[in-house]
């Protein structure tokens, strides 16, 4: 009798959840119908509040009759951890393995065991200041995937480090010592899917670090903090 009650249970719940994601979708669409395309409705950890998910990683919230909609953060103040950055944390999350290194080039330190990903701009200021960190830090592979988001002088300076005959030092040559790469020329085309690949996953700055877990450090941290990310995330 408890298993029969529980089931009975668990398909009321999804029934409720079911009205609630359909009342929600068609009120929101007709009231605004300017709002992208509902991706998903899920319950939150308070009462009578959903979230909305637009445009992959977006997040809103609304009531149980899509009356109000809140944009901003949801925190929980007992644990003390904001929920709406943790639910974009996991949808924005990268499978490293699925990474596409073909676009990159990748720099060998040391045994090379630990794993890094890096989306730079070569006209970003912060990733020269970040690069000079990076140097200390052994005993790592890192993909390095230009990133040219800052206008059209990203773009001719990153085709040039890219169409290089050694990549890496044309790089490090300009991040570390100002010496500006050659004009050079080649198939680009990883450069832009590479552009498509930071904003499917929302990369908007750089530096952006990517780690084996998936994990992801946007900005320019030092190499005290990347040991410590390398040596979690190994």
Not at 81 to 88: A, D, K, S
Not at 107 to 134: H, I, M
Request: glycine residues 6%; charged residues 25%.
């Amino acid at each position: 009798m408890k298993s029969f009650l529980t089931f009975v249970a668990a398909a009321v719940v999804a029934l409720s959840a079911q009205a609630f994601d359909m009342a929600i979708r068609k009120n929101l669409a007709e009231r605004l119908p300017n709002l992208p395309k509902i991706d998903e409705v899920n319950r939150t950890a308070m009462p009578g509040l959903f979230e909305v998910r637009v445009n992959g990683t977006e997040i809103l919230y609304t009531d149980a009759e899509a009356n109000f909609l809140i944009q901003g953060s949801l925190i929980d103040t007992k644990a003390k951890r904001n929920l709406t950055e943790e639910r974009i944390d996991k949808l924005t999350a990268i499978d490293f393995a699925s990474l596409p290194v073909k676009d990159a080039f990748t720099v060998v330190r040391g045994n090379g065991k630990r794993k890094l990903a890096v989306f730079e701009d070569p006209n970003c200021g912060y990733c020269k200041r970040f690069e000079r960190d990076l140097q200390k830090v052994d005993n790592v592979t890192i993909h390095m995937f230009l990133y040219p988001i800052l206008g059209a002088g990203s773009t001719e300076r990153s085709r040039n480090i890219w169409c290089a005959k050694d990549r890496a030092k044309a790089w490090n040559d300009w991040m570390l010592k100002d010496v500006d790469p050659a004009s050079a020329t080649c198939d680009t085309a990883a450069l832009t899917r590479n552009v498509e690949l930071g904003r499917k996953y929302k990369i908007t700055g750089t530096p952006t670090l990517i780690f084996a877990d998936g994990s992801r450090v946007p900005g320019a941290i030092n190499a005290q903090q990347i040991e410590k990310f390398l040596s979690d995330g190994k």
